[in-house]
C-alpha cells in the first residue's frame, strides 16, 4: 500500500542499529580519505548528499538476529554501501542524471572521465576491504552480487527505449540490479554469525523480495512522489527511456491510448506539462499504482 503518515519512518526502524550506522559514515571517511585529494572531495561530496543507506542496515540488521557483535559487521556494511555508490555514480554518467539525492550530480561537477575512474576506484576499494578480512566466502559472494548488478545495468540498456518491454523482462532487471545486492547484504549479516546453512538460506531469500519490493516502491515513486521528496526531477525514468511496471501496466490495459504518448516522451526524453499531466491521468484512471503496489 502506499505510504501514509502512519506509516514507520526509517529512522525509526533503524534505532536499534543506529550506533552502527554512525560507524559506518566514520568508516565510508576513513576509507576514501587519499594523497589523492580528488578521491576524499568527491567521495565526502557524496557523502554529504545522505542516502537511505538501506544495503549497509540490512546487513547490520541481519548480524543482530545472527547475534554477530563484532567489527566486522560495520566493515562489510561500509563495503556494500562502497559498491551501491560506485553503482550510483557510474549509473547518472550513463543516464545523464543531473541531479542525484537533492545535489548536482557527480559527473556534471567533475566530468565523465573523473567520475568514471572515481566509480571503478570505489568497486576496487570495496574488494580490498572485504579481503582485509579472512572472509573469502564473503568476498565470492560480494562478487557474484556485483557481477549480478552490471548485468542489470548492461541489459536495462539494452531495453532502455523499448516500450514492448515484458513484466518479466522488467522484473529480471530489478532482480539483477537490486534484489541480488539486498539478498547478499542479508545473507552476509547471518553468516558473520554463523548460522546454520538453512537459515542463511533463508536470510538471503528474505533480503532478496525485500529488494524487489524495494525497487518496485522505487519506481512508482517517479509518478507518485514531488521532486523534492524523491531528490531528482518527477518523471525522470521515463525520459531516460526506462519503462517501468506502471507504464508496462497502463500500456496493457490502455495500450491504444497511451502508446503513442508514451513513445513521444521515450524518443524525445523530454514531455510537456500537457503531456505529463495526461499520462498522469491514464495512470490514475487505469489505477495502475494501485496494481503495482499488490
Known amino acids: 500500500m502506499p505510504n501514509t503518515e502512519s506509516s514507520i519512518d526509517l529512522a525509526q526502524i533503524f534505532e536499534p542499529i543506529h550506533a552502527d550506522l554512525?560507524?559506518?559514515?566514520?568508516?565510508?571517511?576513513?576509507?576514501?580519505?587519499?594523497r589523492v585529494e580528488l578521491i576524499p572531495q568527491i567521495g565526502k561530496y557524496i557523502q554529504r548528499?545522505?542516502?537511505?543507506?538501506?544495503?549497509?542496515?540490512?546487513?547490520?540488521?541481519?548480524?543482530?538476529?545472527?547475534?554477530?557483535?563484532?567489527d566486522q559487521a560495520?566493515?562489510?556494511?561500509?563495503?556494500?554501501?562502497?559498491?551501491?555508490?560506485?553503482?550510483?555514480?557510474?549509473?547518472?554518467?550513463?543516464?545523464?542524471?543531473?541531479?542525484?539525492?537533492?545535489?548536482?550530480?557527480?559527473?556534471?561537477?567533475?566530468?565523465?572521465?573523473?567520475?568514471?575512474?572515481?566509480?571503478?576506484?570505489?568497486?576496487?576499494?570495496?574488494?580490498?576491504?572485504?579481503l582485509s578480512h579472512d572472509s573469502l566466502d564473503v568476498v565470492r559472494l560480494l562478487c557474484e552480487v556485483t557481477?549480478?548488478?552490471?548485468?542489470g545495468e548492461l541489459y536495462q540498456l539494452t531495453k532502455n527505449g523499448d516500450v514492448d518491454i515484458t513484466e518479466e523482462q522488467h522484473f529480471d532487471i530489478i532482480r539483477r540490479k537490486t534484489a541480488y545486492l539486498f539478498g547478499g547484504c542479508?545473507?552476509?549479516?547471518?553468516?558473520?554469525?554463523?548460522?546454520p546453512e538453512d537459515q542463511?538460506?533463508?536470510?538471503r531469500e528474505y533480503g532478496f523480495n525485500l529488494g524487489v519490493a524495494f525497487q518496485v516502491i522505487d519506481?512508482?515513486?517517479?509518478?507518485?512522489?514531488?521532486?523534492?521528496?524523491?531528490?531528482?526531477p518527477i518523471g525522470s525514468d521515463l525520459r531516460e527511456g526506462?519503462?517501468?511496471?506502471?507504464?508496462?501496466?497502463?500500456?496493457?490495459?490502455?495500450?491504444?491510448?497511451?502508446?503513442?504518448l508514451v513513445r513521444h516522451i521515450v524518443e524525445t526524453g523530454a514531455a510537456t506539462s500537457d503531456e505529463w499531466r495526461e499520462l498522469s491521468l491514464l495512470i490514475a484512471q487505469h489505477r495502475v499504482i494501485d496494481s503495482a503496489y499488490e
Open 22 to 34: 554512525q560507524a559506518v559514515e566514520q568508516e565510508y571517511a576513513r576509507q576514501v580519505e587519499s
Open 49 to 70: 548528499s545522505g542516502g537511505k543507506r538501506i544495503r549497509p542496515a540490512l546487513l547490520l540488521m541481519a548480524s543482530r538476529l545472527a547475534a554477530y557483535r563484532g
Open 74 to 130: 560495520v566493515l562489510f556494511a561500509s563495503v556494500v554501501e562502497f559498491i551501491h555508490t560506485a553503482t550510483l555514480v557510474h549509473d547518472d554518467i550513463v543516464d545523464d542524471s543531473q541531479v542525484r539525492r537533492g545535489q548536482e550530480a557527480v559527473h556534471l561537477r567533475w566530468g565523465n572521465e573523473k567520475t568514471v575512474l572515481l566509480g571503478d576506484y570505489l568497486y576496487i576499494k570495496s574488494m580490498g576491504m572485504a
Open 147 to 151: 557481477l549480478r548488478m552490471i548485468e
Open 186 to 195: 542479508a545473507e552476509i549479516g547471518g553468516r558473520l554469525g554463523q548460522v
Open 200 to 203: 542463511a538460506e533463508a536470510l
Open 219 to 232: 519506481d512508482l515513486l517517479d509518478y507518485t512522489a514531488t521532486e523534492s521528496e524523491l531528490g531528482k
Open 242 to 260: 526506462k519503462v517501468t511496471l506502471p507504464v508496462i501496466y497502463l500500456l496493457q490495459r490502455d495500450g491504444k491510448t497511451a502508446s503513442d
